[in-house]
């Protein structure tokens, strides 16, 4: 039986197949992958799925053609076009068609991820009569619970009051500032993408790419931040994942080709060594799709963070071709060489180098200091 959070992905790229089953694993919902329309078809006969996630060229197949079939099928079914291959007019075709969301493959992924979450939902609302009545039910009986439970605590209530009501403002304003750098932050990302379609110098591509991979990595901290109950630190498991999947999105040729392996326990760190740290991750993960595994050749890349003798050791390697012999990272004069070291010693850090199997990066830093969240407010 399908999880009712259960979508299908129509998509003759499976790199995108697989970018996509994994961002909506971590928002539990659950994918089916078909490459061809035929299959998607098939599956949605048989199947109770009600968003589908579509792309408008499938082989020689028409996408607006294929809207209709799905509708056909299910005419309350929502339809989320994610295409590479936008045109006003397509957008227009789509909108007549009523689709439920046009997004572009290069757009933010963050509003795919919200549109599916409001088609789901938007659907069971309208199966939800008989469970409203249930939760009114309960609600009652909690209401009764609550009001008896609320008369035995009034007075404790009363005392802390004042203080719980000063801490949440102070919490809702730190929240909020997370929340506007977050934005502003992939706001930079946007336009440094959008200028980047201006750019046709490979070179040049590059180095706008790698400034919104930086971006973009400072991004999430301020992301898992506001969405965390805990203002102090960031989950660093939680954090290295989303950047990998970032990165694989960036770097979407190698999808399949690389494997990622993140070995990283319950590590909680503040804001003042989680973004330079994920930076370091970042610039030290872009040198390895970009030079480690030359002609699309398979490989894998590590990243471990443990903490060994009141030392955080930071792990991240590859079993790709290695740096040149000759190669001394203090005489390089590249940008990404100059920010990793910067890093280091604002982390106050040691790093060295192994280059006898792959390139292995080892970095060793020591906690950081607690400071107080709510000191300059």
């Known amino acids: 039986m399908l999880n009712k959070n259960t979508i299908l992905i129509i998509d003759d790229d499976k790199s995108w197949q697989k970018i996509l089953a994994d961002i909506f694993s971590y928002e539990n919902i659950s994918t089916i992958c078909c490459n061809t329309v035929k299959k998607g078809l098939e599956i949605l006969q048989k199947n109770p799925i009600n968003v589908v996630i579509l792309d408008l060229k499938i082989g020689d197949e028409d996408g607006m053609t294929v809207l209709e079939h799905l509708k056909q099928i299910n005419p309350n079914i929502k339809i989320i076009i994610f295409t590479g291959f936008a045109t006003l007019e397509t957008a227009m075709a789509a909108v007549n068609k009523e689709v439920f969301a046009y997004i572009e493959k290069m757009d933010n992924m963050e509003k795919l991820i919200a549109h599916v979450h409001r088609a789901i939902s938007e659907h069971y609302e309208n199966y939800s009569d008989k469970l409203e009545q249930e ?12 009001e008896k439970l609320r008369k035995d605590i009034i007075t404790r209530k009363k005392i802390q009051e004042q203080l719980k009501s000063t801490i949440k403002e102070r919490e809702v304003l730190l929240k909020e500032v997370h929340h506007r750098v977050k934005n502003n932050l992939q706001l930079i990302c946007s336009l440094l993408n959008m200028q980047s379609h201006t750019i046709f110098d490979p070179r040049d591509k590059d180095l706008f790419l790698d400034s919104i991979n930086r971006v973009r990595s400072m991004a999430l901290v301020h992301e898992s931040l506001y969405g965390s109950e805990d203002l102090a630190n960031i989950d660093m498991k939680q954090y290295v994942n ?14 399949g080709k690389i494997q990622s392996h993140v070995d990283i326990n319950k590590i ?41 003798n009141d030392k955080y050791i930071l ?8 740096l040149p012999k000759d190669y001394n990272p203090k005489e390089s004069k590249t940008l990404g060489t100059d920010l990793i070291y910067t890093l280091i010693k604002q982390i106050k850090a040691s790093i060295t180098v192994d280059n006898s199997v792959g390139t292995c990066y080892t970095i060793t830093f020591p906690p950081p200091k607690i400071r107080n969240l709510f000191k300059y407010l």
């Open 242 to 255: 989303k950047l990998v999947i970032h990165l694989f999105q960036t770097y979407h040729k190698h999808y």
């Open 315 to 322: 792990i991240v390697k590859d079993n790709g071709i290695g």
């Open 135 to 146: 939760i009114k039910i309960h609600t009652a009986e909690l209401r009764i619970k609550n």
């Open 268 to 308: 909680l760190l503040t804001i003042d060594t989680a973004i330079p740290l994920g930076l370091l991750i970042d610039e030290l993960l872009t040198n390895s799709f970009k030079y480690a595994f030359p002609d699309n050749q398979q490989g894998d890349i590590y990243i471990s963070l443990k903490l060994e």
